[in-house]
């Protein structure tokens, strides 16, 4: 007996919303139905959708089957319980969910609707890798140049002593190391599902995001900071105290620049093995002319200048 990733059938991640789960479920079973369709195993494929969508539409079964469903994962065999009951309903939340006579299917109705009956002690001669979970965390810019430690909370499913799915709050300390990059994913081994009998833990997976941050950008292991400057300081030239996630630097403005152009900092990004560089990015701001003495100013610059700005179009 093998088992079946009913995300796969559907075409789905495990983060799939429910509206994703319906929209897909109506777009395959309209594209298999054995009346209209011409795929030659249409009516298989037509089968293992319902099945997949009866699953995992109702967030109590979909929460039992992540829990508990990789545990035979790339088709590893397993033995059911000698007293299977074929074509068995499950109930739940008032539904029902008939597999009619999909093998797992069967088979998976009864282990979640039957746990209270086996009990944990019944189920001491199965041996399963427990479920791996994935979750997101954001942390700060700086974390990714010193690391850090966090505490992350997270909602988690578990099968409870008289067999039923709930669940569980559980709060983790997670060391988050230097130069760690948006997308990167770290392990945190034996944090998953529990396993079933003399089976290992899960793991937790968490993907790394960056909280929005006011003054910075990132690309990669590339950061951004837009600096601003007057103009006699693009004009003439300055030295600038620009600040950074883990301190400052003391930058040369060269004369003449201009709006955008880049002055990046080499290794000054994000740290690493090849670590990213800092961008400064020069933004000119003008003085406001809200005051009769700065008007003045301006006006003796427009006469002792004679600059035009569009001579270039």
């Known amino acids: 007996m093998k088992f079946k990733d009913y995300y796969e059938a559907l075409g789905l991640?495990?983060?799939a919303t429910e509206e994703d789960i319906k929209r897909a479920y109506?777009?395959?079973a309209r594209k298999y139905h054995p009346d209209v369709s011409k795929v030659?195993?249409?009516?298989?494929r037509?089968?293992?959708?319902?099945e997949a969508y009866k699953v995992l539409k109702d967030p109590e079964t979909r929460a039992s089957y992540d829990a508990l469903g990789a545990n035979w994962r790339n088709g590893q065999?397993?033995?059911?319980?000698?007293?299977r009951d074929a074509g068995f309903e499950f109930s739940g939340r008032g539904a029902h969910a008939d597999f009619g006579n999909s093998d797992f299917g069967e088979y998976f109705e009864q282990m979640f609707t039957r746990q209270s009956e086996w009990g944990r002690g019944q189920q001491r001669g199965m041996h399963a890798k427990g479920e791996d979970h994935h979750a997101k965390v954001s942390i700060n810019l700086e974390d990714a140049y010193h690391g850090a430690e966090r505490n992350i909370s997270l909602r988690m499913p578990i099968i409870d002593e008289h067999g039923r799915v709930v669940t569980m709050d559980r709060t983790l300390s997670v060391k988050i190391p230097k130069g760690v990059r948006a997308g990167q994913t770290l392990r945190l081994a034996g944090q998953g599902s529990a396993g079933i009998?003399?089976?290992?833990a899960g793991d937790l997976y968490?993907?790394?995001m960056f909280r929005p941050h006011p003054r910075y950008r990132v690309d990669g292991r590339d950061v951004y900071v837009d600096l601003p400057l007057a103009p006699w300081e693009a004009a003439l030239g300055a030295s600038i105290t620009v600040p950074m996630p883990d301190g400052s630097v003391e930058l040369t403005i060269p004369p003449n620049s201009v709006n955008g152009r880049k002055l990046r900092l080499k290794g000054k990004g994000i740290p690493g093995k090849e670590a990213g560089d800092l961008y400064v990015v020069p933004t000119i701001v003008l003085p406001p002319a809200d005051t009769e003495q700065a008007k003045q100013v301006y006006r003796k610059l427009q006469e002792d200048l004679p600059f035009n700005p569009r001579a270039v179009l």
């Open 46 to 50: 037509f089968k293992e959708v319902g």
């Open 197 to 200: 009998g003399e089976g290992k």
């Open 13 to 15: 991640k495990r983060d």
């Open 77 to 83: 065999d397993f033995q059911p319980p000698p007293d």
């Open 26 to 28: 109506r777009k395959l």
């Open 206 to 208: 968490l993907e790394i």
């Open 40 to 44: 030659a195993d249409a009516e298989e």
